[in-house]
């Protein structure tokens, strides 16, 4: 096996998978462009700035930052040079309309007291699902979340640890098992949402969270998740690499089995030995190698999966600071199990809604002007698919049900506080991200639509295209985009030594 060096890479998508993998190609010496078709970098985790508020699109829970320090170790660089991650405390607060209060984090002898309060038998059953987290952390996360499923015999590998957790259920019912409150069987399940998945149908595997973020903590870079990203742009063009802006790519061509060129809306297009997307899946096959036999027929296939569900997001700055109101809560509603069936099965504008509220400013003032604060109230609906309603019309009404939610529960005078708003709903997922039917999370996380049911690091039948993102093992959320990038990384550097 030769070096890799002097070889040419293109990644398609700034994104943090796309990112994180570009670091991994010009680390090993291989001339990586990055590709870009927006203004900014961050794909998911863009941002903007409107008077003097910073205002990220998301993800904003930083977890694992391990798996993050090791893009910048790769050439004996420290992730500090670039950006500063500060602890978050609690993790989450969860609120519930009768007025409890639980606040989720890694303290866990505050925990315990929380939990007694709601059901004193439920301590010795949360014990015994921290177990169980740590056991499909192991198996899930630390084994397989980095490793590639390119056939079958791959999964028939896992099968036994698959099965040794009961994989087959969903986090709500293996959480259910173990403890009997209702609302600790909230607290305990909610997760899966921040990854696009049911907690009533996602793998129990996806119970691995608590325990990454119980070793891990939960973290901000400073100045916003766009810091980080910026981080993240500024070391791979440190190493060498080139990264393209403002430029879509529209053509991804191909001759026989292998991809020859990569061509954007400009006119601008490069030739190279290897091309990955982190672009949408679905936009990746059916649009980008449109041309190819390949992608007209894989295409296909994509489109009748099942996609996770898209989001609603209202950005706001209001005057004031609120250092009673911690950095991330969810304000759940008064239904659960229904909520979720209106969202995922059948595709309604419920009347009522939980929320996940972003408040940076109380950890990172900078996110704001002196005196005011900078906020999101996020709330998952269905996606284009299953609810085609016209978002231009039923924006503005959402926003305002959402806004009077928040003030009734946190902030009694919120719309006299308002400094600046705007929404963003799943019309613009689609518009801006290429998401097909407007998902925010890509293939729903099931187990039917896992590792090697899912889209596949390496291509089966064009011998040097590659995915990396939420739609390729392992899925959605910063580290499982990160780990696919490592994944698909060996597969890439490996291919491109012969």
Same mark, same amino acid.
């Given at each position: 096996?030769?070096?890799?060096?002097?070889?040419?890479?293109?990644?398609?998508?700034?994104?943090?998978?796309?990112?994180?993998?570009?670091?991994?190609?010009?680390?090993?010496?291989?001339?990586?462009?990055?590709?870009?078709?927006?203004?900014?970098?961050?794909?998911?985790?863009?941002?903007?700035?409107?008077?003097?508020?910073?205002?990220?699109?998301?993800?904003?829970?930083?977890?694992?930052?391990?798996?993050?320090?090791?893009?910048?170790?790769?050439?004996?660089?420290?992730?500090?040079?670039?950006?500063?991650?500060?602890?978050?405390?609690?993790?989450?607060?969860?609120?519930?309309?009768?007025?409890?209060?639980?606040?989720?984090?890694?303290?866990?002898?505050?925990?315990?007291?929380?939990?007694?309060?709601?059901?004193?038998?439920?301590?010795?059953?949360?014990?015994?699902?921290?177990?169980?987290?740590?056991?499909?952390?192991?198996?899930?996360?630390?084994?397989?979340?980095?490793?590639?499923?390119?056939?079958?015999?791959?999964?028939?590998?896992?099968?036994?640890?698959?099965?040794?957790?009961?994989?087959?259920?969903?986090?709500?019912?293996?959480?259910?098992?173990?403890?009997?409150?209702?609302?600790?069987?909230?607290?305990?399940?909610?997760?899966?949402?921040?990854?696009?998945?049911?907690?009533?149908?996602?793998?129990?595997?996806?119970?691995?969270?608590?325990?990454?973020?119980?070793?891990?903590?939960?973290?901000?870079?400073?100045?916003?998740?766009?810091?980080?990203?910026?981080?993240?742009?500024?070391?791979?063009?440190?190493?060498?690499?080139?990264?393209? %802006? /403002? &430029?879509?790519?529209?053509?991804?061509?191909?001759?026989? $089995?292998? #991809? !020859?060129?990569?061509?954007?809306? +400009?006119?601008?297009?490069?030739?190279?030995?290897?091309?990955?997307?982190?672009?949408?899946?679905?936009?990746?096959?059916?649009?980008? %190698? /449109? &041309?190819?036999?390949?992608?007209?027929?894989?295409?296909? $296939?994509? #489109? !009748?999966?099942?996609?996770?569900? +898209?989001?609603?997001?209202?950005?706001?700055?209001?005057?004031?600071?609120?250092?009673?109101?911690?950095?991330?809560?969810?304000?759940?509603?008064?239904?659960?199990?229904?909520?979720?069936?209106?969202?995922?099965?059948?595709?309604?504008?419920?009347?009522?809604? +939980?929320?996940?509220?972003?408040?940076?400013?109380?950890?990172?003032?900078?996110?704001?002007?002196?005196?005011?604060?900078?906020?999101?109230?996020?709330?998952?609906?269905?996606?284009?698919?299953?609810?085609?309603?016209?978002?231009?019309?039923?924006?503005?009404?959402?926003?305002?049900?959402?806004?009077?939610?928040?003030?009734?529960?946190?902030?009694?005078?919120?719309?006299?506080?308002?400094?600046?708003?705007?929404?963003?709903?799943?019309?613009?997922?689609?518009?801006?991200?290429?998401?097909?039917?407007?998902?925010?999370?890509?293939?729903?996380?099931?187990?039917?639509?896992?590792?090697?049911?899912?889209?596949?690091?390496?291509?089966?039948?064009?011998?040097?295209?590659?995915?990396?993102?939420?739609?390729?093992?392992?899925?959605?959320?910063?580290?499982?985009?990160?780990?696919?990038?490592?994944?698909?990384?060996?597969?890439?550097?490996?291919?491109?030594?012969?």
């Amino acid at each position: 096996m030769t070096s890799p060096e002097g070889r040419t890479a293109c990644v398609i998508g700034a994104g943090f998978g796309g990112l994180a993998l570009a670091i991994r190609l010009q680390s090993a010496g291989i001339a990586t462009t990055l590709v870009e078709g927006r203004d900014k970098p961050g794909g998911r985790a863009y941002h903007w700035q409107q008077h003097g508020f910073t205002f990220d699109a998301g993800p904003t829970v930083i977890t694992d930052p391990d798996c993050l320090k090791q893009l910048w170790a790769l050439t004996g660089h420290d992730m500090a040079e670039d950006l500063e991650l500060m602890p978050v405390m609690p993790f989450y607060r969860l609120s519930w309309p009768d007025g409890t209060h639980f606040d989720y984090s890694n303290d866990e002898a505050e925990l315990r007291k929380q939990i007694i309060k709601l059901d004193p038998g439920d301590v010795a059953g949360y014990d015994a699902f921290l177990d169980y987290s740590a056991g499909v952390y192991r198996e899930g996360y630390l084994r397989l979340g980095t490793v590639p499923f390119l056939d079958f015999a791959s999964m028939v590998k896992a099968a036994p640890a698959l099965a040794k957790y009961q994989a087959w259920r969903s986090v709500y019912s293996v959480v259910s098992k173990y403890v009997r409150n209702e609302k600790l069987r909230e607290a305990l399940s909610f997760h899966t949402l921040l990854v696009g998945g049911n907690p009533m149908k996602t793998s129990s595997i996806y119970a691995l969270i608590h325990k990454l973020e119980k070793d891990g903590g939960v973290w901000w870079a400073r100045g916003g998740t766009n810091r980080l990203i910026a981080g993240m742009v500024r070391h791979f063009e440190r190493l060498g690499g080139t990264v393209r %802006l /403002g &430029d879509p790519v529209t053509r991804v061509e191909t001759e026989g $089995k292998r #991809v !020859k060129a990569v061509h954007c809306a +400009s006119g601008w297009n490069g030739k190279f030995d290897a091309v990955a997307s982190n672009a949408d899946i679905v936009h990746s096959y059916r649009d980008l %190698l /449109g &041309d190819s036999f390949r992608g007209k027929t894989f295409g296909k $296939k994509l #489109v !009748k999966k099942s996609f996770s569900p +898209s989001l609603f997001v209202v950005h706001f700055g209001v005057e004031g600071s609120w250092p009673g109101v911690p950095h991330h809560s969810i304000l759940f509603g008064p239904r659960y199990k229904g909520l979720l069936e209106d969202i995922y099965d059948r595709g309604v504008l419920p009347s009522d809604f +939980s929320i996940y509220l972003h408040h940076p400013t109380v950890t990172d003032p900078s996110m704001a002007p002196d005196g005011k604060s900078t906020f999101y109230a996020l709330v998952p609906v269905a996606h284009m698919g299953k609810m085609p309603i016209d978002w231009d019309t039923v924006g503005p009404v959402l926003e305002k049900r959402v806004l009077d939610e928040v003030g009734r529960r946190l902030i009694p005078d919120i719309h006299d506080r308002i400094v600046t708003k705007f929404h963003y709903t799943p019309k613009d997922f689609g518009r801006d991200l290429n998401a097909h039917l407007g998902s925010a999370f890509s293939l729903e996380p099931v187990l039917t639509q896992s590792a090697w049911f899912r889209g596949h690091n390496r291509d089966d039948v064009i011998e040097n295209f590659y995915l990396v993102g939420a739609g390729t093992h392992p899925g959605a959320g910063i580290p499982g985009v990160v780990g696919s990038a490592k994944a698909t990384a060996g597969l890439m550097i490996g291919d491109l030594s012969i």
